[in-house]
């Protein structure tokens, strides 16, 4: 049943909850902060008004279009599954809603390598370097969720399967309109 964890799912936050200490609980609380829904909207917001300034108005859409689907996705599919939170020892912070997917790694793998991309476009030098940082802090944020016992970890999975699927998604249909729009020329 989807709404059911995995058998094994328990024991593994278990075992990552038995390495725990005040430096991970502290470090674990920032992840959470930046997956969160205000830093997610702020940071959308900026980087939108950001490609508006620039003129980019698809790039500026983009952003503006993945935060809208990823809040939706995030939300519509936590009331669609309603799978509850496990709740296997105290938290440290107070989660609210349904556990699947984790809407903190759905923002994570939708947001970190979208502005990865934006930054490895203005500075190609340093491309590597920022999908490299893109994708340890989507797995630091995902791991929290964990560490944090918020999330099984399918509703971790699901969340980096769904964002990073719809980045991916919405970037080759912003590199198809790009072709054809430089195919046809200027109208």
């Known amino acids: 049943m989807l709404g059911s964890p995995l058998p094994m ?14 430096v991970l609980d502290s470090a674990f609380w920032l992840s959470s902060e930046l997956g969160n829904l205000p830093f997610c909207a702020v940071l959308v917001s900026l980087l939108s008004l950001f490609h508006l300034r620039r003129g980019e108005r698809a790039e500026a859409l983009l952003w503006l279009l993945l935060g809208l689907t990823t809040l939706g996705l995030q939300e519509g599919l936590k009331v669609v599954v309603a799978r509850p939170r496990p709740h296997l020892w105290p938290w440290l912070i107070a989660p609210s809603g349904y556990a699947f997917p984790s809407g903190h790694a759905l923002a994570s793998a939708t947001f970190y ?5 934006d930054v490895g476009r203005r500075w190609p030098a340093g491309r590597l370097l920022a ?8 797995l630091f944020i995902g791991v929290g969720r964990l560490y944090l016992g918020v999330h099984w970890p399918s509703d971790v999975v699901a969340g980096w399967a769904l964002g990073a699927g719809q980045t991916a998604l919405a970037l080759s249909l912003l ?3 790009s072709t054809l729009a430089s195919r046809d020329g200027p109208r």
């Not at 390598?113 to 991309?117: F, G």
Request: glycine content about 14%; charged content about 15%; proline content about 7%.
């Open 113 to 117: 390598p979208l502005l990865a991309r």
């Open 9 to 22: 799912e328990g024991s593994i936050l278990l075992w990552i909850h038995a390495r725990g200490g005040p």
């Open 131 to 138: 999908w490299s940082l893109a994708f340890l802090l989507a």
């Open 175 to 177: 590199g198809r309109r």
